[in-house]
T-cell receptor
Framework: DAGVIQSPRHEVTEMGQEVTLRCKPI?????LFWYRQTMMRGLELLIY????????DSGMPEDRFSAKMPNASFSTLKIQPSEPRDSAVYFC??????????????FGPGTRLLVL | GEDVEQSLFLSVREGDSSVINCTYT??????LYWYKQEPGAGLQLLTY?????DMKQDQRLTVLLNKKDKHLSLRIADTQTGDSAIYFC???????????FGSGTRLLVRP
């Protein structure tokens, strides 16, 4: 299995531009999570999906952030318009529905975003 | 509320044992996890323990869980320079599939 795949790995953009981050979860996993990691705030859960449906988006910082999961193998996190304070590493993780330690999350390599 | 706390930094000599500690607050946690993050990489699951267990051993890793004190520890035997990384403790939220992560402990292994 290729694991969780994220793209791009690095993104540099200017303030005000739209940014789209992409994630492909592990095949067969029913849960998908988006996290943001910064030095100041550590690892924050932004939103998670179950069977493509958003379950909890209470961690999404503001309306500039949106996430979709159109099918079981793809999710996007969009920031529009982006701001310098959005600079962070964004991780996607997926988790199986059942089995031992079903809450175990498997992380992608992350997208390092820099907003100038 | 939910909170997971870890010390920020640990330095050990190569070959020694490392012990990374974590305290959590949610007594209803089902599983507790240890993740490892190397520079520029994502979080890698190291091991987990079910809340009805006291100890789990996996090669060089030993996890101890004290439910009474809500204390979790990760012991790495014969620590190697390749073990230098940030280690995150996490607890699962009962039936919500959310994980609450600590702030991470940076382990530095000196030659």
């Amino acid at each position: 299995d290729a694991g969780v795949i994220q793209s791009p790995r690095h993104e540099v953009t200017e303030m005000g531009q739209e940014v789209t981050l992409r994630c492909k979860p592990i095949s067969g996993h029913d849960y998908l999570f988006w996290y943001r990691q910064t030095m100041m705030r550590g690892l924050e859960l932004l939103i998670y999906f179950n069977n493509n449906v958003p379950i909890d988006d209470s961690g999404m910082p503001e309306d500039r952030f949106s996430a979709k999961m159109p099918n079981a193998s793809f999710s996007t996190l969009k920031i529009q318009p982006s701001e310098p304070r959005d600079s962070a590493v964004y991780f996607c993780a997926s988790s199986p529905l059942a089995g031992a330690a079903r809450e175990t999350q498997y992380f992608g390599p992350g997208t390092r975003l820099l907003v100038l | 509320g939910e909170d997971v706390e870890q010390s920020l930094f640990l330095s050990v000599r190569e070959g020694d044992s490392s012990v990374i500690n974590c305290t959590y607050t949610d007594s209803s946690s089902t599983y507790l996890y240890w993740y490892k993050q190397e520079p520029g990489a994502g979080l890698q699951l190291l091991t987990y323990i079910f809340s009805n267990m006291d100890m789990k051993q996996d090669q060089r890793l030993t996890v101890l869980l004290n439910k009474k004190d809500k204390h979790l520890s990760l012991r790495i035997a014969d620590t190697q320079t390749g073990d230098s990384a940030i280690y995150f403790c996490a607890e699962s939220m009962d039936s919500s599939y959310k994980l609450i992560f600590g702030s991470g402990t940076r382990l530095l292994v000196r030659p």
